[in-house]
């Protein structure tokens, strides 16, 4: 398959219709490539987003807001890293959102991630976002007591209002000219499995394993339950989920990348362009700076 057609395969544009269980982990859309090929073919990609992300950021009227959310060693990080690696830091902001502060809990739940959204010109990442409050707080009735919610306002449709919610914050985001891209890195339990033990056993991972994993590991079907509910009611061609294979970790930064630099491609970007009065004034900086490098040149400074 093409790399343009990449991400497409993988973009839930209307919820209505899709499964979790037809997304394989290990899908890879028949590319077998070695390591090697499939770094280059990466390299080209965060090639080609570095070099849009300058005309997003020279132009400074659209913003990038990407979600990534995932189980535990899905590959957020890494597909970040590699995502980011050819994007001048200027331009970019990266937060990750941990169980929310008692500061945080004295709001509503869209109110930490709205402060950070990114400004027009910038490329936005959410290691985690507000959609862990239809994902580990679903999984936990704990979490949700803890909320400080009016008790009347807490019945058995809070998820669907929850979905209500996010989708029409998310138009909101579209109407303004925030391009929402949302990823749900989907790792199988197996794969998940071996990446805990490599992080038990190599010490350099170490500090990625926390216990709390593995508990949340044994709500496995729960979450899954959670994910699929959570794309099918805010998938929008305007804010889009990419649901994306990710037990091989090579073709989940490919996919990622693709679908960044679709997104990008589509917004028409531009140099801004420069009117007759500032050109005028381009020409006349010019011929001032002219003869001084000539005195220079004579070493007459
Ligand atoms: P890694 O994948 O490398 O382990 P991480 O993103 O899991 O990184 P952690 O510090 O391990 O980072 O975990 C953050 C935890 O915060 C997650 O378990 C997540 O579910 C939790 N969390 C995030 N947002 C909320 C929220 N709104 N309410 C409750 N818990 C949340
Ligand atoms: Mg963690």
């Known amino acids: 398959m093409k790399t343009d057609k990449l ?123 507000y959609y862990e409050e239809v994902l580990v707080v679903r999984a936990h009735p704990e979490i949700l007591a803890r909320q400080k919610l009016p008790p009347e306002l807490v019945t058995k449709d809070i998820w669907d209002e929850r979905y209500k919610d996010i989708r ?51 709500l496995w079907d729960t979450y899954m339950e959670a994910y699929e509910d959570m794309v099918r009611n805010t998938s929008r061609e305007r804010a889009p989920w990419y649901v994306v294979p990710a037990d091989n970790k090579w073709f989940t930064r490919l996919v990622v990348v693709n679908a960044m630099v679709d997104a990008l491609e589509k917004l028409d970007l531009q140099f801004p362009k420069l009117d007759e009065a500032a050109r005028a004034d381009l020409e006349k900086a010019k011929s001032i700076l002219m003869p001084d490098a000539a005195m220079t040149r004579k070493g007459k400074t």
Not at 43 to 60: H, I, M
Not at 182 to 203: G, W
Request: charged share 35%; proline share 3%; with cysteine.
């Open 7 to 129: 991400a497409k395969a993988f973009r839930i544009d209307d919820g209505d219709k899709f499964r979790l269980k037809d997304v394989d982990p290990a899908d890879t859309c028949g590319m077998d490539i070695d390591k090697d090929d499939a770094k280059a073919m990466i390299a080209d990609g965060v090639k080609k987003l570095g070099k849009l992300q300058e005309k997003l950021y020279a132009q400074d009227r659209w913003a990038v807001l990407a979600i990534f959310q995932a189980m535990d060693a899905a590959g957020k990080d890494g597909a970040i890293e590699h995502v980011m690696s050819g994007i001048n830091p200027q331009g970019c902001q990266v937060f990750s959102f941990k169980a929310p502060s008692a500061h945080e809990l004295d709001h509503d739940y869209l109110w930490r991630t709205t402060a950070c959204l990114p400004e027009r010109g910038r490329i936005g990442i959410f290691n985690r976002s």
């Open 168 to 218: 029409a914050f998310e138009r909101y985001l579209a109407r303004n000219g925030t391009v929402v891209l949302k990823f749900m890195l989907h790792v199988s339990k197996d794969e998940q499995r071996r990446r805990f033990i490599e992080r038990i056993e190599d010490p350099a991972k170490n500090w990625k394993f926390s216990m709390g994993d593995v508990g949340e590991r044994k």
